[in-house]
């Protein structure tokens, strides 16, 4: 009998593909997402649609906050946290008790669950948000952390939350700090989904602040990459940082994304900068190298095709309904 694996955040951006590739290596995937409706669900929906009726696939939906987790994880051999209330702008919000119900309060309760279970691998999806605002590059391990957003300080709780089960009851944690990721069912709310929506539509293309920052893009078939040899590590390091191996001025990126739209003469239009955002990122992947044999190999521009053949090919699937 294959090994169940349980994925939280099932069907989202990164969860999605997660989900396949470990149904593709013969694992059971039990999937659990709450569907929570910061962007359109039906998204969500097309994101799992062709998993959906594989046998080895189980789908709970349902918020981590209330579900009898214990009874779920007993039997699995990894678990990949990837549930989150997601993105920097709204975290400054009145909706700061989404995050921290979503990203701290979901963290401590599914890690209290899996507390003496038979697990060989609890993997927590963090995010370089964790580093804040720094010049110094590229950012490493041991790095100081200091949010620059509400958000990044629930994804830091997040973290120290899995390592401090992980000192005190043994769980079998490591965080993997995500770099910028982009790529095929990326968020609506994301920059680069955005920015092919509007080029498609022929709208102005929107960048907040004067497009000079710079940011370490990560392609998520990398990401998944890097969370299966997680799943398999057995070193002692408990935080990688997980990134493209290089970082790109957000300008030179546009260049290259308004260069494979359809439409030519793409407006693009300057806005003010927003608050929490970081003027640069850049991951040292150097221990993920080292001890996880990660090794990113998808470029910017293969990477940018896809995503904007994702987001025609999703659109049209939205429009027939």
Same mark, same amino acid.
């Given at each position: 009998?294959?090994?169940?694996?349980?994925?939280?955040?099932?069907?989202?951006?990164?969860?999605?593909? %997660?989900?396949?590739?470990?149904?593709?290596?013969?694992?059971?995937?039990? =999937?659990?997402?709450?569907?929570?409706?910061?962007?359109?669900?039906?998204?969500?929906?097309?994101?799992?649609?062709?998993? &959906?009726?594989?046998?080895?696939?189980? %789908?709970?939906?349902?918020? %981590?906050?209330? /579900?009898?987790?214990?009874?779920?994880?007993?039997?699995?051999?990894?678990?990949? *946290?990837?549930?989150?209330?997601?993105?920097?702008?709204? &975290?400054?919000?009145?909706?700061?008790?989404?995050?921290?119900?979503?990203?701290?309060?979901?963290?401590?309760?599914?890690?209290?669950?899996?507390?003496?279970?038979? %697990?060989?691998?609890?993997?927590?999806?963090?995010?370089?948000?964790?580093?804040?605002? #720094?010049?110094? /590059?590229?950012?490493?391990?041991?790095?100081?952390?200091?949010?620059?957003?509400?958000?990044?300080?629930?994804?830091?709780?997040?973290?120290? /939350?899995? /390592?401090?089960?992980?000192?005190?009851?043994?769980?079998?944690?490591?965080?993997?700090?995500?770099?910028?990721?982009?790529?095929?069912?990326?968020?609506?709310?994301?920059?680069?989904?955005?920015?092919?929506? !509007? !080029?498609?539509?022929?709208?102005?293309?929107?960048?907040?602040?004067?497009? #000079?920052?710079?940011?370490?893009? #990560?392609?998520?078939?990398?990401?998944?990459?890097?969370?299966?040899?997680?799943?398999?590590? *057995? !070193?002692?390091?408990?935080?990688?940082? +997980?990134?493209?191996?290089?970082?790109?001025?957000?300008?030179?990126?546009?260049?290259?994304?308004?260069?494979?739209?359809?439409?030519? =003469?793409?407006?693009? +239009?300057?806005?003010?900068?927003?608050?929490?955002?970081?003027? *640069?990122?850049?991951?040292?992947?150097?221990?993920?190298?080292?001890?996880?044999?990660?090794?990113?190999?998808?470029?910017?521009?293969?990477?940018?095709?896809?995503?904007?053949?994702?987001?025609? &090919?999703?659109?049209?699937?939205?429009?027939?309904?």
């Amino acid at each position: 009998m294959s090994e169940k694996v349980v994925v939280t955040g099932a069907a989202g951006f990164i969860g999605s593909h %997660l989900c396949e590739a470990l149904l593709n290596d013969g694992y059971q995937v039990l =999937g659990i997402d709450s569907f929570n409706p910061n962007y359109d669900v039906r998204i969500k929906r097309i994101n799992i649609d062709e998993i &959906s009726g594989n046998g080895d696939f189980e %789908l709970i939906e349902s918020s %981590l906050n209330d /579900l009898d987790l214990e009874k779920h994880v007993a039997d699995a051999g990894a678990v990949f *946290h990837l549930a989150a209330q997601p993105g920097v702008r709204d &975290s400054w919000s009145r909706r700061f008790d989404e995050y921290i119900d979503a990203n701290i309060r979901a963290t401590q309760v599914l890690c209290e669950a899996c507390r003496g279970k038979p %697990l060989k691998r609890f993997v927590y999806a963090s995010s370089s948000s964790v580093y804040g605002d #720094t010049e110094q /590059l590229p950012m490493n391990e041991a790095h100081p952390t200091k949010p620059h957003s509400p958000y990044g300080v629930t994804k830091l709780s997040g973290e120290a /939350l899995c /390592l401090l089960y992980k000192r005190n009851f043994g769980l079998p944690a490591v965080a993997l700090r995500f770099f910028t990721v982009y790529g095929p069912r990326q968020r609506p709310d994301m920059a680069f989904h955005k920015f092919i929506a !509007g !080029g498609l539509d022929g709208n102005p293309i929107e960048i907040y602040g004067n497009g #000079t920052q710079t940011r370490d893009f #990560t392609f998520v078939s990398d990401i998944v990459d890097a969370c299966m040899r997680a799943k398999d590590y *057995h !070193g002692e390091e408990s935080v990688f940082n +997980i990134g493209g191996g290089s970082r790109i001025a957000l300008n030179d990126a546009l260049d290259i994304l308004t260069g494979a739209l359809p439409n030519e =003469g793409v407006e693009v +239009i300057f806005s003010d900068p927003v608050k929490g955002d970081v003027m *640069h990122t850049y991951a040292d992947i150097a221990l993920a190298r080292n001890e996880l044999g990660y090794e990113p190999k998808m470029g910017m521009e293969e990477g940018i095709v896809r995503e904007i053949e994702w987001v025609g &090919s999703m659109r049209r699937k939205l429009h027939s309904e």
